[in-house]
């Protein structure tokens, strides 16, 4: 068991504070997020059902570890206040500049399934479109076909708030 669990911090510990990372975009937070995932998900781990890849879970507890932060420390960011973004196309860029994120996160959480799903592996989890496909038990054609369309999805939301 704990060589199981070792083997789970080394092989996602990078992908779970890149993801925290891209959510904070300040390293120490992101740091100490990604203790605090793997300690909780150490302590839930027989509750893991296999549902998903384990890099989707620990990613959902990343994210709700660090919602929890921020309303602990009441950081929510006004969205009328946020400058507008410096560009129209890139989705990505947006992300990690940390004015911009709260407002695309929140536009990729409100994205209906598979959208919001295969962006975020895509974006977040850096996996090649044919390991999306594969989760999905659908073609890595599918998986880069559904990552545009949520991109162009998330493209036209941002362009509602501006």
């Known amino acids: 068991m704990v060589t199981q669990l070792e083997d789970i911090y080394n092989t996602y510990f990078k992908d779970v504070f890149l993801y925290l990372y891209s959510l904070s975009g300040d390293k120490h937070i ?9 300690m909780k998900a150490l302590t839930s781990l ?10 989707v879970w620990l990613c959902q507890i990343a994210k709700n570890s660090y919602y929890s932060y921020l309303r602990k420390k009441k950081s929510f960011v006004d969205i009328e206040s946020l400058p ?3 560009s129209e196309d890139n989705v990505e860029q947006e992300i990690t ?10 536009i990729i959480q409100n994205l209906k399934e598979p959208y919001k799903k295969v962006f975020t592996l895509r974006v977040f989890g850096e996996l090649s479109f044919k390991q999306i496909g594969n989760l ?3 073609s890595d054609n599918w998986a880069c076909v559904t990552y545009h369309r949520a991109r162009e999805k998330i493209k036209a939301r ?3 708030y501006r």
């Open 30 to 38: 992101a740091e100490d997020i990604t203790s605090e995932t793997f």
């Open 136 to 138: 999905f038990a659908k």
């Open 97 to 106: 500049s940390s004015e911009a994120s709260m407002k695309v996160h929140e």
């Open 84 to 86: 507008e973004p410096a």
């Open 46 to 55: 027989d509750s893991f059902r296999g549902d998903s890849d384990i890099r």
């Open 158 to 160: 941002l362009g509602d």
